[in-house]
């Protein structure tokens, strides 16, 4: 009796301990999740001083190592100093002479400190751009540990008319500022900023950004929340960057588009309202094909752009042109921008190896914009005038629209190829699926992708069977 009581004991002493190593288990798993869950967070502090049209930036990174892998240092991109020289500026050839009209202007990024875990640390500025700024941890950063970056460094802004730069009548602070490089295949990712596209890749994050300028500016960006004698203040979730605009000649512009606050920053009040007007409608119509914007506030800005249009979070930079042309390309730019607010800002893709999967999305989706507000005539008459002649383009038969930056050779083939033929394949999904399998294809490719990188297989999944295969023969040429 004595000795099956004892191994009873014995038994429940081990199941006891069994269940608390469960239960131990159960909550390091838990406290893990959470922690997986958690974005990683900017914190920045930047100043513009006008005279020497610099800005003055310090930035706090917090960071959670999700990478599966231990981590000796972390890579972020410092885009700024891919403008110190003519020859590695971000612009085709074809297009310097619009990015520079009062010849080439440099500009740069300058490190002053770099601290890691409360502590200074080494740093490398590499790449053929010094666009690679490698920081050194003072300790092994293990999966799921974290830790804080801080970085001091001054950005010298050129006179020029690309996404960053200062003119006469704005300043454009895109791109300015660090972020992290996108982890793949066990490593950092080293791209280049390239003369055509976006050559971006970077995952969600959230951002907590003040700026200091003089009182004199008006400044724009994603999830402004305060304003007071020359400081403003912004916070926004699952951003993928983070862009400002400033100007002292900007005319404001805001209305409602059900929760969500638009905004618009133009040279003239006129401007101003034509753009909001635009950007309103565009909300609305593409909530009603794909689902909720995916944030609290949505701006478009005015400002000397050469290349026309480019999206951010949250926040569109416009070519001032557009909005004095009166040929009706303000209104298909804005439109077309905004549609990257859900292909790009909420669904995320490669815009380097797999440029198709946001542009040719977004080109798509204006016309889409165009049939709804203005009717299938509409629609026709683009499709005809812009789309069309892509795919009848004998120089880009049997060419597929799943072509890498690195491929294309102008901007002009670029676009043909990319932003044309791409809405044509969209197009013919649309016509063989039947417009309402496609629509909600489209839907549930932007809910089960929101806010990650998705890659080209997403959209196959997205799509079903059929609508993969039929996808799959566009983006290797098998299709015109």
Avoid at 124 to 153: H, I
Avoid at 237 to 251: G, I, M, P, Q, T
Wanted: aromatic fraction near 12%; include cysteine.
């Amino acid at each position: 009796m004595t000795d099956k009581r004892e191994a009873l004991v014995g038994f429940l002493k081990k199941r006891k301990a069994l269940l608390a190593g469960v239960l131990l288990l159960a909550a390091l798993s838990a406290l893990l999740a959470r922690a997986g869950g958690r974005s990683d967070r900017y914190i920045v502090e930047a100043e513009y001083d006008e005279t020497a049209q610099e800005l003055r930036v310090r930035e706090v990174f917090k960071y959670t190592n999700r990478t599966g892998q231990a981590l000796e240092a972390l890579c972020f991109n410092l885009w700024p100093n891919a403008y110190a020289e003519e020859k590695s500026a971000p612009v085709a050839n074809s297009e310097r002479q619009q990015a520079y009209p009062d010849g080439f202007s440099a500009g740069s990024a300058r490190v002053e400190e770099v601290r890691a875990a409360g502590k200074e640390t080494g740093y490398r500025l590499e790449g053929a751009q010094r666009t690679l700024l490698k920081v050194q941890l003072p300790f092994t950063l293990r999966p799921m540990g974290s830790v804080e970056v801080e970085l001091r460094y001054t950005v010298a802004l050129p006179r020029t008319c690309l996404r960053m730069g200062v003119s006469d009548t704005d300043v454009r602070l895109s791109g300015v500022f660090a972020t992290l490089c996108a982890f793949e295949d066990g490593e950092f990712r080293t791209d280049a900023y390239a003369p055509l596209g976006d050559p971006f890749v970077s995952e969600c994050a959230n951002w907590q950004v003040t700026l200091t300028a003089p009182q004199s500016y008006v400044a724009a960006g994603t999830g402004l929340a305060e304003t007071d004698q020359g400081v403003w203040r912004f916070a926004g979730e699952h951003l993928r960057d983070f862009a400002l605009f400033l100007s002292k000649d900007y005319c404001v512009a805001q209305q409602k588009a059900g929760d969500v606050t638009v905004r618009s920053f133009a040279f003239t009040q006129e401007g101003a309202e034509q753009a909001l007007d635009t950007a309103v409608q565009a909300l609305t119509v593409y909530e009603g094909l794909y689902g909720a914007y995916p944030y609290d506030d949505y701006s478009v800005c005015a400002g000397q752009f050469c290349i026309g249009g480019m999206e951010y979070p949250g926040v569109v930079l416009i070519d001032d042109a557009l909005y004095r042309s009166g040929d009706g390309m303000l209104e298909f730019v804005i439109a077309h921008e905004t549609a990257h607010q859900w292909w790009y800002a909420g669904v995320g893709s490669d815009q380097i190896r797999a440029p198709w999967q946001d542009e040719a999305l977004a080109e798509y989706s204006t016309l889409l914009y165009y049939e709804a507000v203005y009717g299938a005539e509409s629609f026709d008459s683009l499709y005809q005038s812009m789309v069309r002649p892509a795919t009848e383009n004998m120089a880009l038969a049997g060419v597929g629209v799943g072509q890498s930056l690195d491929k294309f050779e102008s901007a002009a083939t670029y676009d043909a190829l990319v932003y044309r033929k791409g809405a044509a394949m969209l197009h013919d999904l649309r016509v063989a699926l039947g417009n309402d399998t496609f629509l909600e294809a489209m839907r549930r490719y932007y809910r089960d992708n929101l806010f990650t990188l998705a890659r080209p297989e997403d959209f196959f999944t997205a799509l079903g069977e059929q609508g993969a295969q039929r996808a799959a023969q566009w983006l290797s040429g098998e299709r015109p």
